[in-house]
């Protein structure tokens, strides 16, 4: 970025998704503007919005859902972060966060006051030709998860929403 400003060219940096969402944009325009220059910055769509409704899961659904939540898989310094207590008409989607997918389960269980059987979606490689949805309750889906080999990127839904749009006879 530097050489490339300094030798007065334009210099474009290309992200997926939307790179305000946990992607650092906003420290990628500071850091330009120590160099003088105001980005402009052309916003993309949020995994937490396209990846669950590429897989038939939407976040939001009249009569079912009427609230989204979005969350890192992270806190601060590699943390688990502070989780959102229930609510039966609330969508919880979390990013980066297949490789706790485990201990997410038991804490919103344990510490959130989710029922165990609350319907679990992970939409793995969003867009991508072998992209695939993986569903389940936030008792089985960590189970489900390892039985399927799910890897990043994921994208996890949590709430009644999972259930709306997915032809279970597929």
Known sequence: ??????????????????????????????????????PRVIPGVSAA???????????????????????????????S???IQ??????VVFLMAVGRL???SERLIALAGYPPETPVGIVERAGCPDQRTVTGTLETIADIAEEH???????IVVGEVV??????DE
């Open 49 to 79: 919005f396209s990846a669950p409704l590429l897989g038939s899961i939407p976040v939001t659904h009249r009569g079912v859902a009427n609230q989204v939540v979005m969350c890192t898989g992270y806190g601060r310094e590699n943390t």
């Open 1 to 38: 970025v530097e050489e490339g400003l300094e030798a007065g060219r334009h210099v474009v940096r290309l992200k997926i998704g939307d790179p305000f969402v946990f992607g650092r944009g906003g420290e990628e325009v500071l850091k330009f503007r120590e160099f003088g220059v105001e």
């Open 102 to 104: 485990r201990s997410l």
């Open 86 to 91: 229930y609510h039966e008409e609330q969508t």
């Open 81 to 83: 972060p502070d989780l």
């Open 163 to 168: 259930n709306v749009l997915l032809d279970r």
């Open 149 to 155: 080999d799910v890897k990043p990127p994921s994208t």
